[in-house]
């Protein structure tokens, strides 16, 4: 059996969790009906989580941004192809904390931020459609699924 999902549904699941900001954000995709539940620091009263989202036969969490591929490796791929005279540039804002805030700073300097958000877009959704496949979810384009 295949779950359909949304592409769009998808990509927000990955967004919420990677947005955590501090704090453990979770997205978990229920594998019958194919409603994302996404888990933070408060609760929904009305509609609380399920207890069991450990259950893997039940519950597929949303993998994070690293175990993806989509961290430092893309942004020094995405040097690569398209900036290859700041790579050495962008190598080195990856050698300490708060690396994400100079790489984009030096992209705006360099009038490649746009590019950059684009080649993550393209990066993440070709990674959650190959961990879709791998996992037995069907992508849907449009529409309800």
């Known amino acids: 059996m295949t779950t359909p999902v949304r592409l769009t549904e998808l ?3 990955f967004q919420w969790a990677r947005a955590g900001g501090g704090v453990e954000n979770e997205a978990h995709l229920d594998l019958q009906s194919g409603r994302f539940w ?7 009263e009305e509609d609380p989580a ?3 989202l450990g259950d893997a036969s039940l519950y597929l969490q949303v993998p994070s941004q690293s175990e993806l591929g989509l961290g430092r490796h ?3 791929r995405f040097a690569q192809e398209q900036a290859p005279q700041l790579e050495e540039q962008v190598r080195r804002c990856f050698e300490k904390k708060g690396a994400y ?4 700073n030096l992209l705006d300097d360099h ?3 746009q590019a950059w958000y684009d080649y993550e877009a393209a990066a993440i ?5 190959e ?3 791998d996992n037995g979810i069907t992508i849907v384009e449009g529409g309800a699924p």
């Open 74 to 76: 893309l942004a020094l």
């Open 125 to 129: 959704e070709q990674a959650l459609r």
């Open 50 to 52: 399920p207890g069991n």
């Open 38 to 44: 996404l888990i933070g620091d408060w609760e929904d």
């Open 101 to 104: 805030g100079r790489f984009k």
């Open 111 to 113: 009038g490649l931020l």
């Open 11 to 13: 990509i927000d699941a």
């Open 131 to 133: 961990w879709a496949a």
